[in-house]
């Protein structure tokens, strides 16, 4: 048990620290950006992330979910996984370049270039295959249970990329938005370089690829499948409100908007952070007194959502114009309105892994499904005449809503009440002060 313990709290901690400098260096790199291309600027970047995201879900066929489960508990051969990870990485090319010669034939414009470059479909197209390959080796890190060393990549991409926006804002303020968007897309471009010669050289293992049987593709995607049709549904929840505020209101609101949204989700690092510990050492069977340490370490956590959840409405009136500009001052209110959700959505992000670890898969698509039912409602009767305020509101309850969901059906499978699931005990506060007294040398 001891031994146990140990591991995992030293697993925690280590992925705690760069985790934290990453967020540190994200949310700069997010100031500094909204300072250097204005709320329009700003607008046309997110939208490209969000564009390129949402056509990485639909294509991927789950794989990503497939690798972690596939690989963490040794069903299928390493080489095998290769083989399907890079023909979809081969689909997904294929079907972006397909896609984006019919968009152009009817619009005019590209899906992921709306920017005015001669080229800007080949950045686009280059940054869609970068987040592509990103994200299945991620898959394949964590899988391997390299959680620390994937994060250490992330946190030094981030700190490449924060040096080089900071030398353009404070010594080559071109003004150019292309430069910037294409600055960030070669980042991306080095950090899927980087995250493949890594991976294959901590392994040993070579990027060699095994025969396929069609048992295999069937073992894949039987769990991949449910994954990916819920992974959409979810994703959609978290995006379908850019694309109203956008159609109803236009990019500079859509820029407001997406910073208030994307520093709220800062508060999910931690928990996207337990999520991936959490899901390969679920699929590996892992005992059920490591799943008693989680749950402290839920309980423990929530305190500290709660604290930073507080604190960031208290401060964000004053950091949000401060850091990006009085341009964004309009960020704050939707900002604020989006932490009730985005806290109990933290729910959602681990029990969602957990259920994902033992093939719960049909908990975490019926929580999918109600976020985004109540997304589009909430949409639908508030963005058109509150704008992005009224983002702000459907989104925060549609996230409350789906949190509790996953809250009740994993008090539910373990037989727990709730409250206990949720509210911190003396033996977790011992356990806090314990590794407090570890990691400070107060042993």
Request: aromatic share 16%; charged share 10%; hydrophobic share 55%.
């Amino acid at each position: 048990m001891a031994m146990k313990t140990k591991g995992l709290g030293d697993l925690l901690a280590g992925n705690i620290i760069f985790r934290s400098l990453n967020i540190a260096c994200t949310v700069l790199i997010t100031f500094l950006l909204t300072r250097l291309m204005g709320t329009g600027g700003y607008g046309v970047l997110s939208l490209l992330v969000a564009n390129a995201a949402i056509f990485n879900l639909l294509t991927c066929l789950g794989a990503e979910s497939g690798i972690t489960y596939h690989y963490a508990s040794g069903i299928q051969r390493k080489s095998s996984l290769f083989s399907i990870a890079y023909l979809v990485i081969l689909f997904q090319i294929a079907m972006i370049v397909l896609a984006e010669g019919i968009y152009h034939a009817f619009s005019g414009q590209y899906f992921l270039g709306e920017w005015n470059e001669d080229n800007s479909l080949l950045w686009g197209l280059l940054y869609f295959v970068s987040i592509v390959i990103i994200d299945k080796y991620q898959a394949f890190f964590n899988a391997a249970h390299l959680y620390t060393m994937v994060n250490r990549i992330i946190f030094l991409a981030s700190l490449l990329s924060l040096l080089v926006f900071f030398c353009c804002y404070f010594f080559y303020p071109s003004g150019n938005d292309a430069l910037y968007l294409k600055i960030f897309i070669l980042a991306s471009v080095l950090q899927a370089a980087y995250m493949v010669l890594a991976f294959h050289q901590k392994t040993k293992q070579p990027l060699s690829f095994g025969r396929i049987e069609k048992s295999n593709w069937k073992v894949f995607f039987s769990y991949s499948i449910i994954v990916l049709i819920t992974n959409i549904i979810q994703f959609l929840a978290y995006r379908v409100d850019y694309w109203f505020v956008d159609y109803f209101h236009g990019k500079e609101q859509l820029g407001l908007y997406s910073l208030a949204v994307k520093l709220g989700q800062v508060l999910w690092i931690l928990p996207l952070l337990m999520a991936g510990i959490l899901f390969p050492r679920i699929a590996a069977d892992k005992t059920e007194e490591e799943e008693t340490i989680w749950l402290k370490l839920i309980r423990v956590a929530n305190v500290f959502f709660l604290i930073a959840a507080a604190l960031a409405a208290l401060l964000a009136g004053w950091i949000i114009p401060m850091m990006a500009g009085k341009a964004f001052s309009e960020s704050v209110i939707p900002f604020i309105y989006l932490l009730p959700g985005l806290l109990f959505f933290c729910f959602n992000i681990i029990f969602a892994a957990y259920f994902a670890g033992k093939g719960l898969l049909k908990i975490n698509l019926t929580g999918s499904v109600l976020c985004l039912s109540l997304v589009l409602i909430g949409d639908f009767l508030l963005i058109p005449h509150f704008g992005i305020k009224g983002a702000a509101i459907a989104s925060s309850l549609a996230y409350t809503a789906a949190g509790i969901h996953h809250l009740y059906r994993f008090a539910s499978y373990k037989k727990l009440p709730v409250l206990s699931v949720v509210i911190i005990n003396r033996d977790d506060w011992n356990a806090v002060t314990h590794y407090l007294r570890k990691y400070t040398g107060r042993t």
